[in-house]
Structures are given as structure tokens and as C-alpha cells.
């Protein structure tokens, strides 16, 4: 096993367990369906609480949305991702005052997205064949090992309590992806009919991967990378590629990072 630096590597497995679902002691589908609020500012609360709405009747969640929303260009797609992390992670129901708690880190500490654009609804080649190297992506499973297409992913030792392993992307998969942006880039450019659409396909898909991580021990959006244009150096890539400091993106990365917009 190679030398690992201890703080790097129980960071980084920390990070890379972010969206791994922790054990219930009660089927999630039963806590959707018994957690009610037992008023508009304290009680327990399944996600049903925020997908019928409920949440409607408490002032300060109905002005988190507003800021949401507010913030991020009239798109409420950052506040649903957020509660619906929060929930799922919670499995057996959230106390709303916790609820406001994390969404009120959230809208202060996750960085400011760009405007979200949708692909091309006929896509072309070059966005049909990111399409399919995306539905080849890797999937958590239990303990948060990879199942389906396992072929494309990674898991290397881990030194960071209480977990004893931590699985990335492969090597070979993130140069598939970065090439399949490298397409649509020469095809399409890098504006909303190109990259900048195409880069929220991969998002969308790496964040079901590595994505948010909001509770108590801070917040964090894994999959942010995939939306920022184009970086200095490979030093400030926060994309996680595996355990050690030796462990970079692939080669192709730095072609694929050449191509792309400044500022954005």
C-alpha cells in the first residue's frame, strides 16, 4: 500500500463517504409516513414534509427558499438537491430547527453556481456519446463500495477512522468523461449550446457519486469541479481521484482543462 499522508487520507475518505447512506432502524418509507411536524417550528419530519409543501407554514424554511432561490438565478433546483440530500442522509426524519440549521450553512458556505442550462433536446453526436459514457458511470452500493459498472471505478486501503477503504472514479473512466467533453467543446464551443450545458450532465451524474455533505461537520459540494471553467494548475482540483498525494487526474486533463473559459 503506498504512504499515505494520515490527515490527506482521512480527509479525503471522509469526503469520498459523504453521499454513502448510513443504516436505519426503521425503513425509510415507514418514517416518511408517520413523521409529522408537531407544529410549524419543532418536530420531527420525514421528506414528505418538503415534498408536499408543508414546510409552507414555517416563516423562516419558506425565506431560506426565497434566498435560495434568490442566489442562485431564480432556480430552485439548489434548494430541492440540499433538502433532499438532507433528508435521504437523515433516513429516519429531521427536526426542522436542525433543518434550518443545515439549510442556512448551506445558503452561506456552498460556492455560487452558475446558471443552470439544459442540453440540447435532440442531442448531437458529440452529446449523445457523453450521454452514453455517463450511463456507464459508477454507482455507491452498500458500505459505500461501487455495484454496477464496477469496472469503472476504484477502491484503495484507507487509513482514516472508522472507515478502512474509499472508492473513486477510475482513471481511465475520468479521461472517457473528460474526452467526451473535449468533443463537445470542438463541436459546440463553450457556451450554453455547448460546455456549458454539457458540464451539468456530468455534475448531475458525479454528485449521485461524491456530492453534498451537509450536517453538523461542515458542507460541501464533491462534484462542484465539474462546473468551473478553466484552472491554473492541477493543484486546485478539488475533484477527488484517489488516497494519495501522487494520485492527480489523468493526462488528458490538462488538454481538456486548455480548452475551457476563464472566469466562469
Known amino acids: 500500500m503506498p504512504k499515505v499522508n494520515p490527515s490527506t487520507a482521512s480527509k479525503r475518505a471522509n469526503r469520498s463517504k459523504a453521499s454513502t447512506p448510513r443504516k436505519s432502524r426503521q425503513p425509510a418509507q415507514q418514517a416518511q409516513q408517520t413523521r409529522e411536524p408537531s407544529s410549524s417550528n419543532v418536530g420531527d419530519v420525514g421528506i414528505s414534509y418538503y415534498r408536499k409543501g408543508t414546510f409552507a407554514s414555517n416563516e423562516a424554511l419558506v425565506d431560506l427558499r426565497r434566498r435560495f432561490n434568490e442566489r442562485n438565478h431564480g432556480d430552485q433546483w439548489?434548494?430541492?438537491?440540499?433538502?433532499?440530500?438532507?433528508?435521504?442522509?437523515?433516513?429516519?426524519?429531521v427536526w426542522v430547527r436542525d433543518l434550518e440549521r443545515w439549510l442556512n450553512a448551506a445558503l452561506t458556505k456552498l460556492p455560487r453556481y452558475p446558471r443552470r442550462i439544459s442540453p440540447p433536446e435532440t442531442p448531437s453526436p458529440s452529446f449523445q456519446a457523453l450521454k452514453d459514457v455517463l450511463s456507464k458511470a459508477p454507482e455507491r452500493g452498500w458500505g459505500g463500495f461501487p455495484h454496477n459498472n464496477e469496472e469503472n471505478a476504484r477502491t484503495d486501503d484507507s487509513i482514516g477512522y472508522p472507515e478502512d477503504h474509499a472508492s473513486f472514479w477510475s482513471q481511465e473512466y475520468f479521461a472517457k468523461v473528460y474526452q467526451a467533453l473535449m468533443d463537445i467543446i470542438i463541436s459546440h464551443g463553450t457556451g450554453p449550446e455547448g460546455w456549458g450545458s454539457a458540464r451539468w450532465l456530468v455534475y448531475d451524474q458525479y454528485r449521485k457519486w461524491e456530492g453534498f455533505s451537509i450536517d453538523d461537520d461542515g458542507v460541501y459540494d464533491g462534484a462542484f469541479d465539474w462546473l468551473r471553467g478553466r484552472l491554473p494548475n492541477e493543484r486546485k482540483i478539488s475533484l477527488n481521484f484517489g488516497l494519495d498525494e501522487k494520485d492527480k487526474p489523468p493526462p488528458i486533463w490538462a488538454t481538456y482543462n486548455a480548452l475551457l473559459p476563464t472566469g466562469v
Open 78 to 93: 439548489l434548494w430541492d438537491a440540499c433538502n433532499e440530500h438532507i433528508f435521504v442522509a437523515a433516513k429516519e426524519g
